[in-house]
Each structure stands twice: as C-alpha cells, then as structure tokens.
C-alpha cells in the first residue's frame, strides 16, 4: 500500500494528522461533537457503530480503537451491538447506498422504537468515519496486535479527540 513519507504502519492516527494539519484539528473538533456531545445516543453506543463502520470499512484499525472505547463506555462490543442491532442494520443500509434499503432500515428502527435523532446521529458517525476510515487506510495504519495494558479508563478518554485536536494544533 502507498504511504505517505514519515508515516509508518504503527503510527497513530494523531501523527498523521499532524503531518497534515490544514484541516485535521476542524476534522478531530467535529468528530469530537459527533461521538462525545449530548444526544439520544450514549458514546459507547455511538463508538460502537463508529467500530461496526470501520468493519464495514474494512478498517482494522479503527475497528480495534472504537471497539475498545465502546466496551469503556458501554459494555462489550457485541452486548452493544445486541441492543443497537437496527441502527446497526441502517448503518450498513447507508454504507450500501441503496435508497430502497436505507428507507426499509429506517422503518425497521423507527418501528423498534429509535428515534430520529438517534437514526440522524447513526448518519453522522457513518459520514465521519467513512473520512476518517479514509484517511487511516490512506496512511496504512495497522492495528495493534492487542488492547493496551492498562486499558484506559473513561475519565482518560474523556476528551481524547478534542485533546488529538489540541495535538495537531502543536499544544
């Protein structure tokens, strides 16, 4: 895979973004609004769908990270996806891109009692993490090979993306 200068496999996502700065803090500022702010869905939930994107993505990577903040957050990765499983389905609807199929996923959730905003907040972490799934496949980023030892702790990750904001801003 091409890969652009200075950027390793085992880089993190915060080292590519610094060597590209133009737009990467405005980038990790909305992905901060998108997966941490207020709304119908908690952020486990939310990181969870970011981790079934990235699946859908094929972006190991982002699978292993967001999976990983999902069962810090919430619980494990498949209890989430148990109980968000038609969101999870409008997810890989609006991946598809077939009009009939996200209208039919979009029914099927409305009808198991998800909201709007819960389905519009689905729309968002699908549209953020197809450009960040892009960015990671384009820097050919590989995951771990395991979960680090600690595992964080939610008050760590608390402000994670707006602090890799603050690092490609150089603070």
Known sequence: MAKF??????SGLTHVLSSFPRNSEQLMRLLDSIMCGSGALPRGEREAIAAYVSGLNGVAYCVHFHSLF???????????????????DYA???????????SQAFDAAMDAGWSEAALY????????????????????????????????TAEELENSYSAMAAAVRGN
Do not use: M, Y
């Not at 200068?5 to 085992?10: K, W």
């Not at 689905?122 to 990671?136: A, D, K, L, P, Q």
């Open 5 to 10: 200068s200075g950027i390793e496999a085992d």
């Open 70 to 88: 999902s069962e810090v957050f919430c619980c494990s990765p498949a209890a989430a996806q148990d109980r968000i499983r038609p969101l999870l």
């Open 92 to 102: 890989r609807a609006l991946h598809a891109g077939k009009d009939d199929g996200i």
């Open 121 to 152: 907040e689905v729309v968002e972490v699908c549209g953020v993490f197809s450009f960040i799934n892009t960015i990671v496949k384009a820097a050919g980023l590989t995951a771990p090979g395991q979960a680090p030892d600690p595992r964080p």
